[in-house]
């Protein structure tokens, strides 16, 4: 752990320093709605190079592209008509799509795919970086390579803090888990690569059952991100079922429940997500509370799976994730 990056707040100095280090090819900590990122200069592959290296990521891995708006993403991707009216609904927002990339996104970016995962962030601070500047930004989450993503600033000055300049701190973010990931090369055919916090039926489309499955390390993956091994603390976790408790629990271990459970008195190692059950507050406080537990001390995580509708799907593809076997 090492806290050698600057966390900034996000004054109008401090905007423009990290506007200054973007333009000299920096690598930074930025807050978006759903998790951090760490940005760099997409169309510089020095930058992007940098963002691979500092997150310790195989290159095989695409990362995704942010623009100020529709137009700048025209510029660089081919639209089509479905495209068109999605990002017109949803952008600036937590959705991420896939379509053929133009010259201009080198294949480092991509991973070699003629394709490249594109989004319009909504998070203020984020937008007013991207407006500032003349080229979008790359931005994986801004977790180590297989670790829990980060939602607060701490998270990235703890776990990257030794390898970047500054962290921009854009408070806790809103939804906690990362954008939903939809592939539109075929309009006719849209398909959910990534459960996120805008659900298949928001979008129109159907919900395809993901599924957990190995890497290979060969080529880039058609859905690269879900690595059945993904966004694991170091402490082992275990699931259990919706609205059911843990069969057997130790004193070293920690009990994670979607909602306070109704009891006088609570064991010490008794956690919950939301006071009320609210799925939208289920995810904005997992990765949170799984980092926390994480430097607990424990020696499991015993989490319960949430509701598997809305944005618990994604809850429970990050949690499925999460507890695969190393
Ligand atoms: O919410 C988010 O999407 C966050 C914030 C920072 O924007 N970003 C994020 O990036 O989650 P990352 O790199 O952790 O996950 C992006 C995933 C990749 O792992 C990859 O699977 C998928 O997006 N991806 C990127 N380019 C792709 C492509 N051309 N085809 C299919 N999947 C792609
Ligand atoms: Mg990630």
Redesign the pocket.
């Known amino acids: 752990m090492s806290h050698a990056c600057k966390i900034l707040q996000a004054s109008a100095e401090n905007i423009d320093l990290c506007v200054d280090l973007l333009r000299d090819g920096a690598v930074l900590g930025?807050p978006?709605?759903?998790?951090?990122?760490?940005?760099g200069n997409a169309l510089n592959e020095e930058s992007v190079r940098k963002i691979f290296e500092v997150k310790g990521?195989p290159l095989l891995?695409?990362?995704?592209v942010?623009f100020s708006s529709i137009e700048q993403a025209e510029a660089h991707v081919e639209f089509n008509e479905r495209a068109r009216a999605l990002a017109a609904q949803f952008w600036p927002g937590?959705l991420?799509l896939?379509l053929p990339?133009k010259d201009t996104i080198s294949d480092l970016?991509?991973?070699g795919?003629p394709?490249?995962?594109v989004?319009v962030?909504g998070h203020p601070i984020f937008r007013s970086l991207l407006k500032r500047l003349d080229f979008p930004l790359a931005?994986?989450?801004?977790?180590p390579f297989g670790y829990v993503?980060p939602t607060l600033a701490e998270h990235v000055a703890a776990t990257l803090g030794d390898r970047i300049l500054a962290v921009l701190d854009g408070g806790a973010c809103e939804?906690g888990?990362?954008?939903t990931?939809a592939?539109l090369r075929n309009p006719n055919a849209p398909m959910i690569?990534?459960p996120?916090p805008l659900s298949a039926e928001q979008l129109g489309m159907q919900n395809v059952e993901v599924e957990l499955k190995q890497p290979s390390n060969k080529s880039?993956?058609?859905?690269?991100?879900?690595?059945t091994l993904h966004y694991s603390p170091d402490t082992p976790i275990t699931l259990f079922r919706h609205g059911e408790r843990p069969s057997c629990v130790q004193q070293s271990e920690a009990v994670l429940y979607n909602t306070k459970p109704a009891a006088d008195k609570l064991a010490e190692n008794t956690f919950w997500l939301s006071e009320s059950g609210d799925l939208t507050e289920i995810a904005h406080n997992l990765f949170m509370l799984i980092q926390k537990l994480d430097v607990g001390g424990y020696t499991q995580l015993q989490v319960e799976r949430a509701e598997d509708v809305d944005i618990g799907i994604a809850v429970n593809d990050r949690l499925s994730r999460a507890a695969a076997k190393r």
């Open positions: 930025v978006t709605e759903t998790v951090y990122g760490l940005a990521r891995d695409p990362l995704i942010h937590a991420t896939v990339k970016v991509t991973a795919l394709s490249v995962a989004r962030p931005a994986p989450s801004a977790n993503s939804h888990v990362e954008s990931i592939d690569l990534r996120g880039a993956q058609p859905a690269p991100g879900m690595l």
